[in-house]
């Protein structure tokens, strides 16, 4: 599966901002598709969850209730609606998908493919 980000920007804190992930290839394989985000000097971490078939979704504490994700599977993408955006939202967003149940949703080695980032930033 090959994974496209986009709709990255720069915009004001209390804005909102939605990205996009389209996936290409042996889409019919999509178990899950995930957010994560990477901010200057930090770690890449966990932002969203979303299991393709049945949408259950799973958000990191730090966004529940501003991020949302969600899918469109006759478009095969995956979407992260981000509302009341903060400073501390400022990173390289990725998309990654994988092909089979994994209990490390949250966690890199969860995922078999990634998109190639788009930079968020949120100025105050």
């Known amino acids: 599966v090959q994974l496209q980000a986009s709709g990255g920007g720069t915009v004001q804190a209390g804005d909102s901002l939605r990205l996009s992930c389209a996936a290409s290839g042996r889409t019919l394989s999509i178990y899950a598709m995930g957010w994560f985000r990477q901010a200057p000097g930090k770690e890449r971490e966990f932002v969203a969850y979303?299991?393709?078939?049945?949408?259950?979704?799973f958000y990191a504490d730090s966004v529940k209730g501003r991020l949302f994700i969600s899918r469109d599977n006759a478009k095969n993408t995956a979407y992260l609606q981000m509302n009341s955006l903060k400073p501390e939202d400022t990173a390289v967003y990725y998309c990654a998908a994988t092909g089979r149940y994994s209990g490390a949703y949250d966690s890199d080695r969860g995922y078999d493919s990634w998109g190639q980032g788009t930079q968020v930033t949120v100025s105050s």
């Open positions: 979303i299991r393709w078939n049945s949408g259950f979704t």
